[in-house]
């Protein structure tokens, strides 16, 4: 393939075969790190880029913020050559610049891009020929060519001739210790063939298996489809709850019901709204941009709109609790159970248990936490509590007016949660039914 290359793009293609490659990854979050983490595993040379000078400290001080990426793994890494950093004009001496930055919704639930373009406006100044540039924060369909591509040709630097532009969306599951970052199939597509063959040259040194398509429109749109496919089957599990609430019919009953069918049926279960920084957000993404079409994405917008009301569910169920009880929400003391957007992990990104907290303490309640995995409330753009978590004991359940199951960790002692809870209302069906201080949302 080599003969085929401009001299810039044919020297990178030199680098990564010899496995000289200097990786550059922007974002040391819950997509970034692990990427890092596994392209110094397997023996290059990474720089990690982020505008959080304590994530840096911390890194580089062989600490690590990530529950699941134990500090072992940072100082392995670091015998590597890992280094974090938050001088952007390091960006010219790395050879690939992976973003992976986060890319949330505005107040009117539009996409932004501020963490793309800033990153990519931040390295541009120090850019080169010879270097290849992946993206792989989810966002709309065009993005890549759209977006990064003028930015790069206005600093002379051309896709195909001398530079490479790919997009490969990062498929991280959290909490699954089944699939790592290199077990992960991983989409890729480039805006010229040499893109991608110099992209799925870079990948394969970390990943097992790489899916190539056409475009980055393609793989752009591959990753909004997995992440809306999951949102709309949420939210029809999530309204299928309401209704069978109303019927007094466990929806979690009926689910591993109709599980046992061996064909047709893929099990979603209901909770209390969606979280992480994936699914509550994507659908959004391709329903901004499909009004350019002049498409209106009903079926996507309802989902979201079903999702989204779902923490407001889960307070109109305590207070309905609490009023059966002789108690007002206002006034009351609530515990709950679960900041992470999911079991057994500390990421809290989107959580619906945050959102939870606010329109409880918004009614006048007195709102606490527990979860294992987050100590401390972290830092939220939008939401901010001064608190820690609680250390269950019986007495200290007692305590409390109501407790509300938001996530089910595997932590939890369920058994000593019953036992001494006044009451608990569960929002992922853990406590089953049958008991009277149990409440299912």
């Given at each position: 393939?080599?003969?085929?290359?401009?001299?810039?793009?044919?020297?990178?293609?030199t680098k990564i075969d010899a496995r000289t490659a200097h990786i550059g990854i922007y974002g040391l979050g819950y997509v970034g790190l692990p990427l890092a983490l596994?392209?110094?595993?397997?023996?290059?040379?990474?720089?990690?880029?982020?505008?959080?000078?304590?994530?840096?400290?911390?890194?580089?001080?062989?600490?690590?913020?990530?529950?699941?990426?134990?500090?072992?793994?940072?100082?392995?890494?670091?015998?590597?050559?890992?280094?974090?950093?938050?001088?952007?004009?390091?960006?010219?001496?790395?050879?690939?610049?992976?973003?992976?930055?986060?890319?949330?919704?505005?107040?009117?639930?539009?996409?932004?891009?501020?963490?793309?373009?800033?990153?990519?406006?931040?390295?541009?100044?120090?850019?080169?020929?010879?270097?290849?540039?992946?993206?792989?924060?989810?966002?709309?369909?065009?993005?890549?060519?759209?977006?990064?591509?003028?930015?790069?040709?206005?600093?002379?630097?051309?896709?195909?001739?001398?530079?490479?532009?790919?997009?490969?969306?990062?498929?991280?599951?959290?909490?699954?210790?089944?699939?790592?970052?290199?077990?992960?199939?991983?989409?890729?597509?480039?805006?010229?063939?040499?893109?991608?063959?110099?992209?799925?040259?870079?990948?394969?040194?970390?990943?097992?298996?790489?899916?190539?398509?056409?475009?980055?429109?393609?793989?752009?749109?591959?990753?909004?489809?997995?992440?809306?496919?999951?949102?709309?089957?949420?939210?029809?599990?999530?309204?299928?709850?309401?209704?069978?609430?109303?019927?007094?019919?466990?929806?979690?009953?009926?689910?591993?019901?109709?599980?046992?069918?061996?064909?047709?049926?893929?099990?979603?279960?209901?909770?209390?709204?969606?979280?992480?920084?994936?699914?509550?957000?994507?659908?959004?993404?391709?329903?901004?941009?499909?009004?350019?079409?002049?498409?209106?994405?009903?079926?996507?917008?309802?989902?979201?709109?079903?999702?989204?009301?779902?923490?407001?569910?889960?307070?109109?169920?305590?207070?309905?609790?609490?009023?059966?009880?002789?108690?007002?929400?206002?006034?009351?003391?609530?515990?709950?159970?679960?900041?992470?957007?999911?079991?057994?992990?500390?990421?809290?990104?989107?959580?619906?248990?945050?959102?939870?907290?606010?329109?409880?303490?918004?009614?006048?309640?007195?709102?606490?936490?527990?979860?294992?995995?987050?100590?401390?409330?972290?830092?939220?753009?939008?939401?901010?509590?001064?608190?820690?978590?609680?250390?269950?004991?019986?007495?200290?359940?007692?305590?409390?007016?109501?407790?509300?199951?938001?996530?089910?960790?595997?932590?939890?002692?369920?058994?000593?949660?019953?036992?001494?809870?006044?009451?608990?209302?569960?929002?992922?069906?853990?406590?089953?039914?049958?008991?009277?201080?149990?409440?299912?949302?």
């Amino acid at each position: 393939m080599s003969s085929t290359l401009s001299p810039e793009l044919s020297a990178l293609q030199t680098k990564i075969d010899a496995r000289t490659a200097h990786i550059g990854i922007y974002g040391l979050g819950y997509v970034g790190l692990p990427l890092a983490l596994r392209f110094a595993e397997v023996g290059l040379k990474v720089t990690g880029f982020d505008i959080d000078s304590a994530k840096v400290q911390q890194l580089n001080a062989g600490e690590s913020y990530i529950e699941r990426l134990q500090p072992a793994v940072i100082q392995r890494a670091q015998s590597h050559g890992f280094e974090a950093t938050t001088d952007f004009s390091l960006s010219k001496e790395v050879d690939a610049i992976i973003i992976c930055v986060p890319t949330p919704l505005n107040r009117y639930r539009e996409p932004d891009l501020s963490y793309i373009i800033a990153t990519i406006e931040s390295a541009l100044p120090h850019m080169r020929a010879g270097q290849l540039v992946s993206l792989e924060s989810t966002t709309w369909p065009g993005t890549t060519e759209e977006v990064l591509a003028p930015r790069l040709r206005a600093r002379g630097l051309v896709p195909g001739e001398n530079c490479a532009l790919v997009f490969s969306p990062e498929r991280e599951d959290p909490g699954n210790p089944r699939y790592g970052t290199k077990d992960i199939p991983k989409v890729i597509g480039g805006c010229t063939p040499s893109c991608l063959a110099l992209g799925k040259a870079l990948y394969q040194r970390a990943i097992q298996t790489l899916v190539p398509v056409s475009s980055p429109r393609v793989a752009e749109m591959t990753k909004l489809l997995e992440n809306i496919h999951r949102a709309v089957n949420i939210g029809l599990v999530n309204e299928m709850k309401i209704v069978a609430d109303k019927m007094g019919i466990s929806i979690h009953e009926v689910i591993e019901a109709a599980a046992t069918k061996p064909f047709g049926f893929v099990p979603y279960k209901p909770g209390p709204g969606l979280g992480g920084h994936c699914i509550p957000i994507d659908p959004f993404y391709l329903t901004w941009k499909a009004r350019e079409y002049g498409i209106n994405t009903r079926f996507i917008e309802l989902a979201g709109e079903i999702n989204h009301y779902m923490p407001q569910w889960v307070v109109g169920k305590v207070m309905d609790a609490l009023n059966e009880r002789g108690k007002a929400l206002r006034g009351s003391h609530i515990l709950v159970m679960g900041l992470a957007y999911k079991k057994n992990i500390d990421d809290t990104r989107e959580s619906p248990a945050v959102e939870i907290m606010d329109l409880l303490q918004d009614k006048g309640a007195e709102v606490a936490y527990s979860d294992p995995h987050v100590p401390k409330f972290p830092r939220k753009r939008n939401y901010h509590f001064d608190l820690q978590s609680v250390a269950l004991t019986p007495a200290r359940i007692a305590s409390y007016d109501c407790l509300v199951l938001a996530t089910d960790h595997d932590g939890f002692d369920y058994q000593q949660l019953v036992q001494h809870a006044r009451l608990v209302v569960d929002t992922r069906g853990r406590l089953g039914v049958g008991r009277a201080n149990v409440v299912a949302a």
